[in-house]
């Protein structure tokens, strides 16, 4: 495994599976279930803690969106970091990490044979058109405004609430971790965003203040790609079936959606010489998030 270039699924795979194997006593490999397709659904689950069960816990996932290629790499540093670099072990004696690197393995497996900016899932959507945008597809407002009913585009919500395999096996494990669970972050790109609940419409958390307060200290650890940070319908455009909406709303505290680099100079087709910098830039970052993370008790 490097950051020097994109990898198949298989070689993402297989990199988890190679460090459940070397490191068993802090990684475990954990099968959520299986895409359309019938790829497994993989989260790692990262900490040295005795009982893990009891700590507070950091969500994040990747690959949501298949052609945002930066996700499922930034995903993967950040596993290569907390797991095989020892100066980081502190960041796993009180907290677990859950790290789903790629939510659409079927998309992002197409992307790499077929079409490299196809954005949907692949499940079988209407007679001519496939996908389902997995992020118009979790069950909070969904249906509302940014998600579309047409079957062809490419905001699809999918026929209902958690009507893909990703999406329903992502929410039962996340929600079977809920007290646990702290902070949750949705990697996209592009844009350099760190984006706040609500995405639905233009509304605001009651305790809107103090995720805006911990994503700004995030925020200002980044040195080479500036991040803006704002509610989510405000900074970008209202979508309706978020992720990190579902996740706030069922009571995770600190949610967000980070959309990456760049800024638009090569959007989705980021050139492999910019995964490292962009990976090592938000290293400083997620440490304050997994610093309050670690702070939380139930």
């Not at 760190?194 to 995405?199: R, V």
Request: glycine letters at 6%.
């Amino acid at each position: 495994m490097d950051w020097t270039s994109y990898h198949r699924l298989s070689d993402i795979y297989s990199y988890l599976t190679y460090l459940a194997n070397s490191f068993p006593q802090i990684v475990t490999l954990i099968d959520i279930g299986w895409s359309y397709e019938g790829r497994p659904l993989y989260v790692v689950r990262i900490s040295s803690a005795s009982s893990p069960d009891t700590k507070p816990a950091i969500w994040i996932d990747g690959g949501i969106h298949a052609r945002e290629w930066i996700t499922p790499a930034v995903a993967t540093y950040f596993i290569q970091q907390l797991v095989e670099v020892a100066g980081n072990a502190e960041l796993s004696t009180n907290l677990v990490w859950y790290i789903m690197p790629v939510m659409n393995p079927d998309g992002y497996e197409f992307t790499h044979k077929r079409n490299r900016l196809w954005r949907k899932s692949r499940s079988k959507a209407a007679l001519f058109c496939r996908g389902v945008d997995h992020n118009r597809n979790f069950g909070y407002k969904w249906g509302g405004l940014g998600a579309s009913r047409n079957p062809c585009a490419e905001t699809f919500r999918g026929s209902a609430a958690f009507s893909e395999r990703e999406t329903a096996a992502v929410s039962k494990f996340i929600q079977g971790k809920s007290t646990n669970i702290k902070v949750f972050i949705t990697l996209h790109s592009y844009g350099q965003y760190i984006i706040l609940p609500w995405a639905y419409d233009v509304l605001y958390p009651t305790d809107y203040d103090e995720l805006l307060a911990l994503a700004e200290n995030a925020a200002s650890k980044f040195v080479r790609f500036k991040y803006s940070v704002g509610n989510t319908a405000q900074l970008l455009y209202p979508s309706s079936g978020s992720s990190a909406d579902w996740a706030k709303s069922i009571g995770i505290k600190y949610t967000y959606a980070v959309e990456l680099g760049d800024t638009g100079t090569y959007g989705f087709v980021l050139p492999p010489s910019l995964i490292l910098p962009i990976c090592e830039d938000f290293f400083p970052a997620l440490k304050v998030f997994a610093d309050k993370a670690a702070t939380m008790t139930h």
